[in-house]
């Protein structure tokens, strides 16, 4: 694991040619502005890259072998994303993380990746809580919440012999504004 926790540049300006290497998870947790790895450093990423807070951006070059894009979503204007300059084509598993107990709601938008020219080919791994919607259009990704699970309340411990019908009467909430629930 390495952890940025600030808004940074990795820069090796004297130097073309240097190579970051990520095999575990590359994660940047801190800072609601951008982090950026230079144009002379390449970010090869064979496993995780995790955007919980703010802007990753890859000036350099980028490429990647069955690694995985993840996002941390904590509200409709604070989210991670990346941006991926240069060429190439890139194929990534993406994913998102629901931080601080923050419940997205129908029509709520996150434009997540910004991969300009590159051609570049998802997957995707969601999770089951919300129902998206994934736009890919001039070199952006975003992901759309299209349904998100209600809040039910919990059940409350009943006990009855065996064979003897219960009866509950339960009330759900939908976060989703003109939904009902039956």
């Known amino acids: 694991l390495l952890d940025v926790q600030v808004d940074t540049d990795i820069l090796w300006s004297a130097r073309s040619g240097r190579v970051v290497e990520n095999h575990g998870v590359l994660r940047k947790s801190g800072g609601t502005g951008t982090t950026t790895i230079g144009s002379g450093v390449t970010l090869k990423n ?3 890259l ?3 807070s703010g802007k990753f951006r890859v000036s350099g070059s980028y490429t990647q072998s069955q690694s995985t894009l993840r996002f941390g979503l904590r509200g409709a204007e604070d989210y991670g994303a990346i941006t991926l300059s240069g060429g190439g084509f890139i194929s990534e598993t993406i994913s998102v993380i629901l931080l601080d107990d923050y419940r997205p709601v129908v029509g709520t938008s996150f434009r997540v990746v910004d991969h300009g020219s590159r051609e570049a080919q ?9 129902a ?6 001039d070199g952006e990704l975003t992901l759309s919440v299209l ?9 409350p411990d009943l006990e009855a012999p065996e064979g003897s019908p219960i009866a509950l009467n339960l009330q759900a909430a939908d976060i989703d504004q003109g939904q009902e629930i039956s």
């Open 50 to 52: 995790e955007v919980l």
């Open 46 to 48: 064979h496993g995780v």
């Open 122 to 130: 998802f997957a995707f791994d969601l999770g089951g809580e919300h």
């Open 147 to 155: 349904n998100a699970r209600p809040d039910l309340p919990a059940t």
């Open 132 to 137: 998206w919607h994934a736009r890919q259009e």
